[in-house]
């Protein structure tokens, strides 16, 4: 299980990648096809074509690390494939990742920060 802090922002891309494609092949797909900046602190998820494996990019402040998971019962749930990318809360990716239907996940809602009465 990964876990990530509660503001971090996930990118999952549609499309299927080639999963011959390292970390840095990766970002720079990232960055010219999803218009992200994989420097930027933000969680890039890639799928494979039969859609059983992921890879995962992130930058930790010192490096690339890529991480890569693949799946012995199924495929993973997977958004239908159109171009660019769809964006996921820290609690949907979790479910992504352990296999689960990210789709039936809620995050909790953010409870507003009161104002001064005026």
Known sequence: MITLPAGARVLLASRPVDFRKGAHALAALAAEVLSADPFS???????????DRIKIVLWDGSG???ISKQLEGGP????????GA???T???FA???????????????RIPTPGVAA
């Open 64 to 66: 690339l690390v890529l």
């Open 90 to 92: 820290p609690v949907e």
């Open 76 to 83: 993973f749930r997977w958004p239908p494939i159109i171009d």
């Open 86 to 88: 769809v964006r996921l």
């Open 95 to 109: 479910a992504l990742f352990d296999g689960i239907d990210w789709t039936r996940v809620q995050s909790t809602k």
């Open 41 to 51: 602190g933000v969680v890039l998820v890639f799928r494979a074509r039969r859609a």
